[in-house]
């Protein structure tokens, strides 16, 4: 029901924006324009909307009113007219991805600043803004690239936490952490083919399995007195930022947090030592 409904919305938005843009007296040229900015602008407020059937109606009716004030116009357009503008909109068409978003966000601290909740790309490289519609990205939001099959993902500066699963299960083996993330959330890295891993200074705290089952990682760079969640599971067993294997989370608090690189010697070591 949810595909059907959000099937026959996209058709009836197709449609309005047409009438719309061939309402305007202006040159043919301008109107393609107009069409290709509201369709994009449209699309991308409807996958802001999600499955809000609600704020998905509202954008719709703002649309209706459009069409009821320039409806009468669209006689306004030659024939000779609406070629150009055809033409010109299959041209600017051709780039139409480039300019629809592939991040969904929430608003957070009053405005002020964006989480990314979620990610429509195909790109499996991929480099988050720092700044979407002129907001600073400050948080990577719970779940926000889980299963996304990212090969590697460029964290831009001024994030300042990564949530649960933000990236969990994806086939990621190069990530780029800032210098502005302070808290890497549980799971936030799990399950996927990370080697090494650079985690910057401005890290206080890393929460347990954070980069659990990331089988061939053998090198973890940390800055000093980070943090290290820890829990317990239904066996009684302890678990570290890696999962059960709570080796670098042993060798990193005998060292007394002290900064640099810990490595193991190859998938098949569980033991880790400072370099």
């Known amino acids: 029901m949810k595909r059907l409904w959000k099937g026959l919305f996209a058709s009836l938005v197709v449609a309005n924006i047409v009438l719309t843009v061939m309402a305007c007296g202006e040159s043919p040229k301008s109107l393609a324009k107009q069409m290709y900015d509201l369709e994009v602008s449209t699309t991308n407020d409807i996958r802001r909307a999600g499955s809000n059937l609600t704020k998905a109606m509202e954008i719709q009716t703002s649309l209706n009113r459009q069409i009821e004030v320039i409806q009468e116009k669209i006689e306004n357009l030659s024939k000779a007219d609406q070629v150009i503008f055809l033409e010109e909109y299959e041209r600017l068409k051709k780039n139409i991805n480039s300019d629809l978003i592939i991040f969904s966000d929430e608003a957070i601290n009053n405005g002020k600043a964006l989480r990314i909740t979620g990610y429509y790309g195909d790109e499996r490289d991929v480099t988050i803004p720092a700044l979407i519609r002129k907001l600073p990205v400050t948080e990577i939001g719970e779940y926000a690239f889980r299963r996304k099959r990212l090969t590697s993902v460029s964290i831009p500066n001024g994030v300042t936490i990564i949530g649960k699963s933000a990236f969990a299960e994806c086939y ?98 569980a033991d880790w030592i400072k370099q």
Do not use: C, H, M, W
Request: glycine share 10%.
């Open 172 to 269: 990621l083996s190069t990530v780029t952490i800032p210098n502005s993330v302070t808290t890497i959330a549980e799971s936030a890295f799990a399950l996927n083919e990370l080697t090494s891993i650079v985690i910057p200074n401005s890290v206080k705290s890393i929460a347990e399995s954070a980069f659990t089952l990331n089988g061939e990682l053998s090198s973890i760079t940390i800055g000093a007195n980070v943090e290290l969640g820890t829990s317990v599971d239904s066996y009684g067993r302890p678990n570290g930022i890696l999962g059960s294997n709570i080796s670098f989370d042993e060798a990193y608090t005998s060292s007394g947090g002290q900064p640099g690189t810990y490595i193991r010697q190859g998938s098949s070591s």
